[in-house]
């Protein structure tokens, strides 16, 4: 009801448009409030009008209100906003420095969330209109540039960005001596390896975790996402294993956590992906997360967010597949309390990665099948015999239960299931 009032005041052509357009900008940092507000019938259509506006107080209210919208991590809002990308490029080459901001911060926040909105703008030729953006001095997101899966170098257009990109990474990178540290073309990532990229990237990423005062400035977290998302692109290449072997980088990340998860969500993700492909194929730095001081830390995020659920099992799952001595060490945590409520959760895909990290800790360690059940773990399992992409491996798990500890017919059994 009350977004809907936030709507008609807006809707209405007085003078008190403008106090209500603040109103709710204010109203949209709510996420429950934001998705209702994108499916109120001509609610997104009304804001691209106020957007458009040729009042300038107007159209800088409504812009405020889209860049609040671009910080939801719920597809559905990120979609609401695809009408508006070609007036938010259109914008980036206007008059007003502040609406060149936050046209530049909303694109920057709607390219990192949706697939949808990356694979709109390419077409719309969202490249030459950051690399004038950056010939004339203003400050492109960097994390526009390195998106996780679509990458501006496959455009066509991309050389024309080469040389103000350059210019981008010199000035926010100097201790990194490279071209471009952001785009991730499988050659440009081999050429980044030789020239000593991830010990470069490691190194500032371990300067500004360390330097990050207690209460972070604004604007901080766009040098910082780069730098991490260009990491993690590096670490995941062939051949790369090895290369970010610093536990010191395990401490930075947790630091990083600390200063932004609250106010910048994003971020969380991307030091949990990185954290993920560090422990990926890595024993040492596997050991380390298992240290009293990082484990507890990262357990704490099991249940931040839906993707933090799904990257903290992940990067257990990493820790797990290493063996019994690494499945025993997350035992001494109360790990199988805390992973019963998660499968319970309506997403598919953390109740699969929780179902493959509890295969991995009866495997290596068939006592804490036995411990699982007296907690209840077989009604929680069982509920997910009728789920058709997870009935199977929940029902190999059943059965292990059932078996006593060591019992080859049951390790088959699990085998089978999640190979």
């Not at 030459?128 to 997101?141: K, M």
């Not at 590096?234 to 600390?258: E, K, N, S, T």
């Not at 077989?378 to 029902?395: F, G, K, Y």
Request: with cysteine; net charge negative.
């Amino acid at each position: 009801g009350q977004v809907l009032e936030l709507l008609r005041a807006v809707q209405k052509g007085s003078e008190d448009r403008k106090p209500s357009l603040g109103r709710l900008r204010w109203a949209l940092q709510n996420e429950e409030t934001q998705q209702k507000f994108v499916r109120l019938d001509g609610s997104m259509r009304t804001l691209t009008g106020l957007f458009t506006s040729s009042l300038a107080d107007l159209q800088l209210e409504a812009a405020r209100c889209l860049h609040e919208l671009s910080h939801s991590s719920v597809p559905v809002v990120a979609e609401a906003c695809l009408p508006v990308t070609s007036y938010l490029l259109t914008y980036l080459s206007g008059h007003s420095l502040e609406l060149t901001e936050l046209c530049l911060y909303t694109l920057g926040n709607l390219v990192v969330e949706s697939e949808a909105v990356r694979k709109q703008l390419l077409p719309q030729g969202i490249i030459p209109v950051l690399a004038s953006c950056i010939q004339v001095g203003e400050t492109a997101q960097p994390f526009l540039l390195c998106p996780r899966e679509t990458c501006v170098a496959d455009s066509p257009e991309a050389p024309a960005l080469l040389p103000a990109v350059g210019k981008l990474c010199r000035e926010l990178f100097p201790p990194v001596p490279l071209p471009c540290p952001s785009l991730c073309r499988h050659e440009d990532n081999a050429l980044l390896l030789v020239l000593g990229a991830v010990p470069a990237l490691t190194s500032l990423l371990l300067d500004l975790a360390a330097q990050i005062p207690q209460d972070a400035p604004e604007g901080l977290e766009l040098l910082v996402c780069p730098v991490l998302r260009c990491l993690s692109n590096l670490l995941a290449q062939p051949g790369c294993q090895g290369q970010g072997q610093d536990g010191r980088l395990l401490v930075a990340l947790f630091l990083l956590l600390q200063s932004f998860l609250q106010q910048h969500p994003f971020l969380g993700q991307e030091c949990l992906w990185l954290l993920n492909n560090l422990t990926a194929d890595d024993p040492f730095l596997c050991s380390a997360l298992l240290s009293p001081d990082l484990l507890p830390a990262l357990l704490q995020l099991l249940t931040c967010s839906q993707m933090a659920t799904v990257l903290v099992l992940t990067v257990l799952c990493n820790l797990a597949e290493k063996g019994r001595l690494q499945c025993q060490r997350l035992l001494q945590q109360p790990l199988l309390a805390q992973l019963l409520p998660l499968l319970t959760l309506p997403d598919p895909e953390a109740v699969g990665q929780c179902l493959e990290l509890l295969h991995l800790l009866f495997l290596h360690c068939p006592e804490a099948a036995a411990d699982f059940t007296r907690q209840g773990g077989h009604q929680a399992l069982e509920q997910h015999q009728s789920t058709p992409e997870l009935q199977e491996r929940a029902q190999a798990l059943l059965d292990m239960l059932r078996q006593p500890p060591g019992a080859p017919s049951a390790c088959q059994a699990t085998l089978a299931a999640f190979s």
